[in-house]
């Protein structure tokens, strides 16, 4: 089976085209706006260059977030299209937490491990997991003081992967780490996993957004 992964959340548009257990292309470019014009340009030029017509496609994966308003919504949509456009392709959503926690190689888990997404605010968006990779806890925005204590209290080292490590790691923290996985965006292999666990599972999830909280709106000012 043939299958599509996209990602528009955060800082960047990837696409992944698989087969059955392995990525046949997979495309990556980092960028702030415009995500949702790139993602169907590309998923068009993707499916050219390797002789497939969107009929051939049999599974549609998307991450739901959290991240950017716009960059959630331009994602599922574009699922959400598919779906109506072939009744019979399977389409299920899948959060950048459970994708970023399945990059983490088995020497790199810890009995704690945390995804810390960035926010562009003061704080971060955060999930912890065990060392079966189940989550803890529902996702959360914290500030990096509420994070460190989380992860020091286990008392244990720890492991920590996501695009908000830069900034998460920029100060000391005095955590004990075991693995540390900084990321720019989501990568491709990461959207891979996901949705091959889905795929092998056969449990499927019609994609709904992840948003953490409301979008930010600006009032037109007075002239």
């Known amino acids: 089976m043939y299958s599509l992964i996209f990602d528009t959340t955060a800082a960047s548009c990837s696409i992944v085209l698989g087969q059955n257990d392995k990525i046949i292309a997979d495309f990556s470019r980092e960028m702030d706006f415009g995500q949702s014009e790139e993602l169907i340009v590309r998923l068009k030029d993707m499916l050219t260059a390797n002789h497939l017509k969107f009929t051939d496609i049999g599974a549609v994966f998307v991450c739901t977030g959290p991240g950017s308003f716009t960059g959630v919504r331009a994602s599922i949509s574009a699922a959400k299209v598919f779906a109506l456009t072939s009744p019979e392709l399977i389409v299920s959503g899948f959060s950048a937490f459970d994708a970023y926690i399945l990059d983490l190689s088995p020497s790199e888990i810890s009995t704690l ?36 204590a989380v992860l020091k209290s286990h008392g244990r080292a720890v492991s920590l992967i996501g ?20 990321c720019n965006y989501l990568p491709t292999s990461a959207l891979f996993k996901a949705a091959r666990q889905q795929l092998v599972s056969k449990k499927f999830n019609f994609p709904k957004p992840l948003y953490l909280r409301p979008a930010d709106v600006t009032m037109p000012k007075n002239i």
């Open 113 to 148: 491990n945390a995804v810390i997404i960035e926010t562009r605010r003061d704080d971060f968006y955060v999930r912890f997991y065990d060392e079966h990779l189940c989550p803890t806890c529902e996702p959360q925005a914290l500030s990096r003081e509420e994070i460190i």
């Open 163 to 182: 695009d908000g490590l830069a900034r998460f790691l920029s100060q000391p923290s005095g955590l004990v780490l075991q693995g540390i996985k900084l």
